[in-house]
Structure formats: C-alpha cells, structure tokens
C-alpha cells in the first residue's frame, strides 16, 4: 500500500501560469522531500521541508517556487510563473521506518506550452 | 559535494541471464547510504536495495545483490535469472542524512 500520493498526475499549463502540486501522505508524515527529473534526465533535488519548516534546498529551487503545507495534511510545491523547462516529473518523497531511505510518491508530470 | 557517476547508459540482457550496473561516487563522509532505484516506463521510482556504509556485508533482496567496495566507492548491482519485468531504468543513489544524490541512470533492456 502506497505511503504517499500525489496529485494531479499530470498537469498542461500554459508558459506564466502558476500551477500547484500536491503530495498527500497515507500517514502522518512531517518530513517531506521534493524531487524533480526533466525527461531523459537524473532526478533533482529540489526542497525538503520539515515540521513546517524548508529544512534544505538546492540551487533549482529558486524564488519562482515555494512549498507550504496549507492544512497539516497535505504538502504542496507551487510553481509561480511556470516556463517551458518547468517541464518534467516532480516527485515527492518522504522517509520511512528504514534509515535514510525515502518512498517515492507516483509523480506528477508537468507540461508547459 | 557528493557524486554519483553511473558509466553505463544503456544495457542489455537475454532473460535468465546476469547482468551487472555499475555505479561510482565520490564523497569525504564516513557515514552514508546507498541505494539502487529502479524506474519503470510507469516512472514511478521503486527502491530495489539500500547498503549502509558501516556494513561490510554486500546487501541482498533476492535476484538483487551489490558489490559494495568502499575503499574503491564502488557500489554495483547485480540482477541474477533477469526478467522481462526488470526492463527500467535504474539509478544509483547516494545519502549522508539528507536529501538523495542521484546518478544519471543506466536504462536495461531484458530480451527474450
């Protein structure tokens, strides 16, 4: 059973539109990761967020993104003025029982026109 | 900074047989993880096997095995009886306590 869901699974947007992504955990989770891969390419790391908090980021995630956790269910990364190398998967990942090991939500996949 | 250099783009194997990605990566930190994630055309990332560092023994999920050598930062993965199934990208991945570095993938074809 999945720890971790995520919606929309894929999302068109138009270049300059915001878009928002949701990551939904099945259990109460309150360390999150956000990860992106561009087609063809190695997955990123973009943000992680904990107890409400951004705890790290890479370079990638510059001011055109933010992440909240609006209502202690869900987490979202939103993406400001979406540009056509928006476009990828965006996973979002959370540690589970094991030490250092993360579970991948299914993605969501971003396309920008 | 932590790197993950996977030298192997592409592969291919003939079902039932061995086949084995390598995976290199460099680092200063004593302690860390390492994983193996397999992504299938669904591309959701499934995680195939993890190794700690402290740990000597090569870690095993079944037909999945790693030869872990740190001295060398060396860490393959080794798929024995292959099957169709196993068609998918796969990436190796480094962890020291926070977010996973990722390697650029090896995409393995099993044929028939």
């Known amino acids: 059973e999945p720890e971790v869901t995520q919606t929309p699974s894929h999302q068109v947007t138009q270049m300059g539109q915001e878009v928002i992504l949701r990551c939904v955990p099945i259990s109460n989770h309150l360390y999150f990761y956000w990860y992106r891969q561009i087609l063809g390419q190695k997955v990123e790391f973009l943000v992680s967020f904990y107890n409400n908090e951004i705890s790290e980021k890479s370079e990638i995630f510059d001011d055109q993104f933010s992440v909240e956790r609006p209502d202690g269910s869900n987490f979202t990364l939103k993406i400001r003025s979406t540009k056509l190398e928006d476009s990828a998967m965006y996973f979002c990942?959370?540690?589970?029982?094991?030490?250092?090991?993360?579970?991948f939500g299914p993605g969501t996949r971003l396309t920008v026109l | 900074a932590q790197t993950v250099t996977q030298s192997q783009p592409e592969m291919s194997v003939q079902e039932a047989e061995t086949v084995t990605l390598s995976c290199t990566y460099d680092t200063s930190e004593n302690n860390y993880y390492l994983f193996w994630y397999k992504q299938p055309p669904s591309r959701q990332m499934i995680l195939v096997i993890r190794q700690e560092a402290y740990k000597q023994q090569n870690a095993t999920e079944n037909r999945f095995s790693v030869n872990f050598q740190k001295a060398a930062k060396s860490f393959s993965l080794k798929i024995s009886d292959s099957q169709l199934g196993d068609t998918a990208m796969y990436f190796c991945?480094?962890?020291?306590?926070?977010?996973?570095?990722f390697g650029k993938g090896t995409s393995l074809l099993v044929t028939p």
């Open positions: 991945a480094f962890n020291s306590g926070y977010a996973l570095n």
């Open positions: 990942a959370t540690p589970v029982s094991r030490e250092n090991e993360q579970f």
